[in-house]
């Protein structure tokens, strides 16, 4: 049986680079091979399909791996889930496809979030040998995270799956965190009248038009992080606070013609739920209301919170995996499995600061751990 560091040594080894305006290579590969290790195991594989826009309207197949074992009605489900795809090799220093060295596997995705998966999917491996499991385990691996639409883990929720409580493996540590950001994110579009760029007085630069509202934009990212909220403190000092980001401007064609568009991408981090930010974003657009030609909110999910029971079995074995809880800064997954009603908790290897930077690593030791710790929760 391959052990945890040689799943992930496979799974690196799969470019599954996922961003807007890239296309798609191997995520499906990378998927199927994983069904491969899991059906020689026993366990039973089920792939979804669904499409995702490739970015340049192109419709590209994706599919979400679902693993379970014949599952015992009398036990509550438990989803570990995760994401198989990896924002873009971009400046990654070294082998993205993997490399292992000293005590540490090295390479793109391998913080977020190869490293969870793999133990995740070893744990499932081992699950139809284990004598008495206290929980039907249920593997859910999704593979468009990266790309912000999330059509993975919605195409997993069309279903309704019957799912009590899942892990989401995102990496915190391994601390618990039982508390998300919710997120926005908006585009907006000014619109101007395009012409020669000889002749200004013929057209309406829409970049000129913009600059009163992108400095009242940018006020409000400095100023958002007062609207706080005392019950997402933990022993990061930012974790209680709201933030904003304009992401993206866009506009012009070329420098001899008036634009006659700018668009501002934006998203926003909150603590609150999404409608107050809503609220301050058409605040800040009201002046400027007649230069906004189209104002849209792409998603807007408030930040989660997740109550158990105190007294359910599922709450004791969550402070067995550790003591103290967090809060998780970016969005994930377990936002929208939590939307729907399924309790989920953020629990992963790996330090989350690693995220998509330069250089990605997990200790094997680390590694070990988290397959233990998982290995007892189910058991
Ligand atoms: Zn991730």
Redesign the pocket.
């Known amino acids: 049986m391959k052990e945890d560091k040689h799943i992930l040594l496979d799974l690196l080894g799969h470019d599954t680079q996922n961003s807007n305006r890239q296309g798609f290579a191997s995520t499906n590969q990378a998927l199927n091979s994983v069904a491969e290790i899991l059906s020689y195991a026993g366990v039973k594989v089920e792939f979804q399909d669904y499409t995702v826009d490739s970015g340049n309207g192109q419709q590209v197949a994706r599919k979400n791996l679902v693993a379970k074992l014949e599952e015992n009605a009398e036990l509550p489900t438990v989803g570990l889930q995760g ?1 198989i795809d990896t924002v873009p090799f971009g400046d990654y220093g070294g082998n993205p496809l993997g490399e292992k060295e000293g005590g540490r596997i090295y390479g793109r995705g391998a913080v ?2 190869k490293a969870s998966l793999a133990s995740m999917i070893y744990v499932m491996m081992r699950a139809p040998g284990m004598a008495n499991l206290a929980v039907n385990p249920r593997l859910i691996i999704t593979s468009d ?2 790309a912000h639409s999330f059509a993975g883990i919605k195409r997993f929720l069309e279903d309704n799956p019957p799912i009590d409580f899942a892990i989401c493996g ?1 990496p915190t540590g391994m601390q618990v965190v039982d508390r998300g950001k919710g997120a926005i994110s908006a585009v907006i579009d000014v619109f101007g009248k395009s012409g020669h760029g000889s002749r200004p007085y013929q057209g309406e630069n829409a970049i000129v038009k913009a600059l009163p509202l992108l400095n009242d934009l940018a006020a409000l990212s400095s100023g958002i992080r007062y609207v706080t909220n005392p019950d997402f403190e933990s022993s990061d000092s930012y974790s209680h606070r709201s933030s904003m980001n304009i992401g993206r401007i866009q506009a012009g064609e070329t420098v001899n013609v008036i634009p006659a568009q700018l668009r501002i991408e934006l998203e926003m981090r909150c603590v609150q739920p999404s409608d107050k930010y809503l609220a301050l974003l058409e605040e800040t657009m009201a002046p400027h209301r007649d230069l906004v030609g189209a104002y849209n909110v792409v998603f807007a999910h408030d930040p989660m919170r997740v109550q158990l029971d105190k007294d359910s079995p599922l709450c004791g074995k969550v402070l067995m995996l550790s003591n103290e809880s967090g809060v998780f800064n970016g969005f ?1 997954e377990a936002v929208l499995l939590n939307d729907t009603g399924i309790p989920t908790i953020v629990y992963g290897v790996c330090d989350s600061r690693m ?1 998509h930077s330069s250089q990605e690593y997990v200790d094997i030791a680390d590694l070990k751990a988290y397959t233990q710790k998982l290995t007892d929760f189910i058991s």
């Open positions: 994401h977020d979030m995270e990266e995102e994930s995220c």
